[in-house]
C-alpha cells in the first residue's frame, strides 16, 4: 500500500495515509482529532481547510464543492473540503488553530 505524507499546519504534524484517502480519514491514524470535519459529504462546512504545498496532489475541486466553498466565503483557490480531498500526493494544509 502506497502511502503519502499529509503535513497539518499549524501543528507540524506529519501523518501518513494510503494513497487516495479523504483527509479526514486521519481520524484513524491519530487519537486526536485534527480536522474538524461533520457530515463527511461535502454539505455543512466544517471540515475547511487552505492548502499551503501540494495542491495538485488532492485532485481537482468538483463544481459542487466550488459553489460550497464559493457559499462560505471560501472561494479563490486555496481552500478545499478535507472531507472532499483525496490525498493523492503529499500535500501541506493548514488548519484553524484550536
Ligand atoms: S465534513 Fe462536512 S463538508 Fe466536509
Given at each position: 500500500m502506497e502511502l503519502k505524507k499529509l503535513t497539518l499546519l499549524p501543528q507540524g504534524v506529519e501523518i501518513l495515509l494510503p494513497a487516495g484517502s479523504p483527509l479526514t480519514d486521519i481520524e484513524y491514524e491519530t487519537?486526536?482529532?485534527?480536522i474538524p470535519f461533520g457530515c463527511r459529504s461535502g454539505a455543512c462546512g466544517a471540515c475547511?481547510?487552505?492548502v499551503?504545498?501540494?495542491a495538485a496532489g488532492l485532485?481537482?475541486?468538483d463544481p459542487e464543492e466550488l459553489d460550497f466553498l464559493e457559499d462560505?466565503?471560501?472561494a479563490g483557490g486555496t481552500y478545499r473540503l478535507a472531507c472532499q480531498c483525496r490525498l493523492?500526493?503529499?500535500?501541506?494544509?493548514?488548519?484553524?488553530?484550536?
Open positions: 487519537p486526536r482529532r485534527h475547511v481547510v487552505e499551503v504545498e501540494g485532485g481537482e475541486p462560505l466565503g471560501k493523492k500526493d503529499s500535500a501541506t494544509i493548514r488548519v484553524a488553530a484550536d
